[in-house]
């Protein structure tokens, strides 16, 4: 594991579009009026303290207007909390070799990092701090939150470089270090993987970690995690080390591998379902910008 302090060396990078990715969430985020409620959105309304009431703007969700208190008052009335400021979120980003995949125009590896980036940067231009772990078969790099310009492009130079990806995911032993090395000054981690990786100890460690930390998870598949295209014929398969060659039914093989994927993904969910963290589910094929944004606004309005 490294502590880093400074860039690294330039390499090969990945086919990011950073500023096009945040100009687009952020844009959203400002139709559904959600910039404003960050530490709602990353905490579900839990422990915020009522402070007064105050007009109703324009700017504000119609679905926070406390309607009891406008009645008395005779005009429309919200409810203003007292938020707690400077949070610290963590981003948990799986950078094994699974996500440099991709059947369409994204690897995994590219929209997660876009993803990251837009979901980052609405959380750091409020001044908050943003830190990051990346791991695979080990946790690699642990950035400790920060807020700031510098912070912010070091990170995403990181992430989109693409020898930083490689190696067998291993969730369990991420989880281990963020139980062991994050302390109670760290509010949120938001956890992005496509976790095609569990175990049967995965379970107990995400719910450590949600019981601890208000927690998300951002499931990120490629459409052939879930699904073969059809091909026509037979297809011969050769195992390179042997040369030894089976004839396998395209039909069969979509079918076996589709069961497959349906049950590692329903596993998955039950997994989730028993923790306390909320869930997300992407495909690298469409936008992340408008299911981010209306899961947030879920959030907010205690949907999830």
Same mark, same amino acid.
């Given at each position: ?29 400002? +139709? ?16 915020? +303290? ?27 009335? *919200? ?34 990092? %876009? ?6 940067? *609405? ?10 772990? !990346? ?44 139980? %062991? ?10 956890? *992005? ?10 379970? #107990?460690? !995400? ?30 398969? %050769?195992?390179?080390?042997?040369? +030894? ?5 395209? #039909? ?6 589709? #069961? ?19 869930? !997300? ?24």
């Amino acid at each position: 594991m490294v502590f880093l302090k400074q860039k690294t060396k330039k390499t090969a990078k990945l086919n990011v579009d950073i500023a096009t990715a945040i100009s687009d969430f952020q844009e959203i985020m400002k +139709e559904f009026r959600l910039k404003r409620d960050i530490y709602k959105l990353l905490f579900r309304g839990k422990g915020l +303290e009522f402070e007064a009431f105050r007009d109703y703007t324009p700017d504000d969700d119609a679905s926070d207007i406390d309607w009891r208190a406008s009645n008395r008052s005779m005009k429309l009335l *919200v409810k203003q909390y007292k938020e707690e400021r400077d949070l610290k979120i963590i981003f948990m980003i799986d950078v094994g070799s699974n996500m440099v995949f991709g059947s369409g125009d994204k690897l995994k590896c590219e929209f997660n990092t %876009e993803l990251v980036a837009a979901f980052a940067k *609405v959380i750091m231009d409020i001044n908050d701090r943003v830190g990051f772990i !990346l791991f695979s078969d080990k946790v690699h790099h642990f950035i400790a939150p920060k807020n700031g310009e510098k912070h912010f492009r070091f990170f995403i130079d990181m992430l989109s470089d693409i020898s930083q990806y490689g190696g067998n995911t291993n969730l369990d032993a991420a989880l281990d270090f963020a139980m %062991e090395y994050l302390d109670n000054s760290i509010h949120s981690v938001i956890v *992005v993987s496509d976790f095609l990786k569990v175990t049967n100890q995965t379970e #107990k460690k !995400l719910s450590l970690i949600s019981h601890r930390y208000e927690t998300i998870l951002i499931r990120v598949r490629d459409l052939l995690d879930m699904t073969l295209p059809s091909v026509q014929g037979e297809l011969i398969l %050769e195992n390179p080390v042997t040369g +030894e060659q089976v004839v396998v039914s395209p #039909k069969f093989a979509k079918a076996t591998y589709e #069961k497959y994927a349906y049950e590692q993904a329903k596993a998955v969910e039950e997994i989730i379902k028993r923790t306390e963290a909320d869930s !997300l589910d992407l495909v690298t094929n469409k936008s992340f910008a408008v299911p981010l944004a209306l899961f947030l606004k879920r959030r907010v309005e205690g949907g999830l």
